[in-house]
């Protein structure tokens, strides 16, 4: 057997080393990344339609989102300006809180959630490209399972996931401004597409009236829990682009357009688009016995029983909010992962590189479970939530309170221990005092929320009066 010899060794690693003379992807980031926002996907609906699912009302709802997406903004607009500020990005800004080598444990985190929030938006893009064949060919609903009930999925299901992840593959090979028009065919289709569901839910509900009238069945610390809940999974919908905000908002000409742009414009057109997934799966309440917090469910009883012409609805709706899923995918999640993973490891990956393994993690942690019922859904994105804001806890409060908005930028690239963000060998102890406190004061929750013998979620005990 030939043993390959230290020398062998470092000319097949020197072989993956990335040749620097010109960028594959930061060009084209710096130029479109800026533009695209996740606003049209099929997650927002998600987290608006559970608490209608949980038992809110259709405007106690709507009051959580907009409660929960200003505060969202708020916090946004301020890591934004750092970035926008300094023109730097998350995995650079973060070394003058965290410390030169301390920074890459949170730049870990915003990978790996990267990671997961990409598995779990190609599981909802396979979901919509079963509907796009279901609506073509009605006997794949049948399609035979050979999967173990174990795996908690589906041949069908799976297949779908498959296909879509296959398809997103191209789209991480270009640089963003290459696909632009792609973006901007989203940008109209995929809302055009909302409206018209919309419409066509509301109608088949009997009009409005029923819709609104319903009310909400919880009462006492069972509805404050449920309010809570809601507005703190807006928040969590946006705790990934509150922490790395610096990506995007690096290429702002001046500190003022990262902020008004954003402020104003995200509790507003998020909560016009949650009011959309509000609606629908209020009317769902109506057409069946209890609401359907999914939407793509609910396109899906659309087919049972369908006419020619309401399959062919379906087919389109599911293929706008399919290329709205896209789009989301490779924006919000292969883009950050990529940049992200390119400043662990700038040697060997490039934004592409590390899009692809993004893609490659995100399909192998079997994202199907996250998505069973409402309740892992909204529990998953508020427990995971707790870690990064710990993390942008300590970087905003560094750079407003501790810095004063002052960064010596040259020195953040600089491993020199007379650095003043050299800390302790690299890393800032009161950083990481911070980053742990944060998490141990939510740890009681985080553990009764994934279920762990001995601790309940704090909803689940008796209805106080």
């Not at 909560?271 to 999914?294: C, D, H, M, Q, R």
């Amino acid at each position: 057997m030939n043993v390959l010899s230290a020398s062998k060794i470092v000319h097949y690693v020197s072989k993956l080393e990335l040749n620097r003379s010109i960028d594959d992807g930061v060009l084209g980031t710096m130029l479109a990344s800026g533009s695209r926002t996740p606003l049209i996907s099929w997650n927002t609906w998600m987290i608006s339609s559970a608490m209608v699912v949980e038992g809110l009302s259709w405007w106690q709802s709507w009051i959580c989102v907009w409660f929960g997406y200003f505060i969202a903004a708020v916090f946004l607009c301020l890591s934004a300006r750092i970035g926008a500020v300094y023109h730097i990005s998350f995995p650079v800004g973060i070394r003058a809180s965290f410390g030169v080598w301390g920074s890459m444990w949170p730049v870990f985190n915003r990978v790996a959630m990267a990671c997961i929030w990409y598995g779990v938006q190609s599981w909802i893009g396979g979901q919509c490209v079963t509907l796009m064949i279901r609506s073509i060919w009605s006997s794949y609903n049948d399609l035979p399972n050979s999967m173990p009930k174990s795996s908690g999925t589906t041949t069908r299901d799976f297949l779908s996931f498959f296909l879509f992840s296959l398809c997103s593959l191209p789209a991480i090979w270009f640089p963003v401004h290459k696909i632009r028009h792609l973006f901007t065919v989203k940008s109209y289709y995929a809302p055009t597409a909302g409206i018209v569901f919309l419409a066509w839910s509301v109608h088949r509900a009997g009009g409005l009236g029923p819709v609104v009238d319903q009310r909400h069945t919880l009462q006492g610390s069972k509805l404050a829990w449920a309010v809570i809940r809601g507005v703190m999974s807006s928040i969590a919908n946006f705790a990934t682009l509150i922490v790395n905000s610096l990506d995007f908002s690096r290429v702002a000409r001046k500190p003022k357009d990262a902020l008004y742009s954003q402020l104003f414009t995200i509790p507003i057109s998020f909560a016009i688009t949650s009011f959309i997934g509000i609606i629908v799966s209020s009317s769902s309440g109506v057409l069946y016995e209890k609401p359907v917090w999914n939407p793509l469910e609910l396109l899906g009883r659309f087919l049972d029983g369908a006419s020619k012409g309401e399959r062919f609805g379906v087919f389109i709706i599911s293929t706008a909010f399919a290329l709205a899923q896209l789009g989301t995918n490779i924006s919000a999640n292969s883009i950050s992962a990529g940049t992200d993973m390119a400043a662990l490891f700038p040697r060997f990956l490039s934004i592409r590189r590390g899009g692809y393994i993004c893609a490659a993690v995100g399909f192998a942690m079997c994202p199907w479970h996250l998505l069973s019922t409402s309740n892992n859904f909204t529990t998953y994105l508020s427990a995971y939530s707790v870690f990064l804001s710990s993390i942008a806890g300590p970087m905003i409060c560094d750079y407003y309170l501790v810095r004063k908005g002052y960064i010596k930028v040259n020195e953040l690239y600089s491993s020199r221990k007379h650095s003043p963000y050299y800390y302790t060998f690299g890393f800032s102890w009161h950083a990481y005092a911070s980053y742990v406190s944060g998490i141990l004061i939510n740890i009681v929750g985080f553990i009764g929320a994934i279920d762990v013998a001995g601790l309940a979620n704090p909803s689940d005990e008796q209805d106080v009066e």
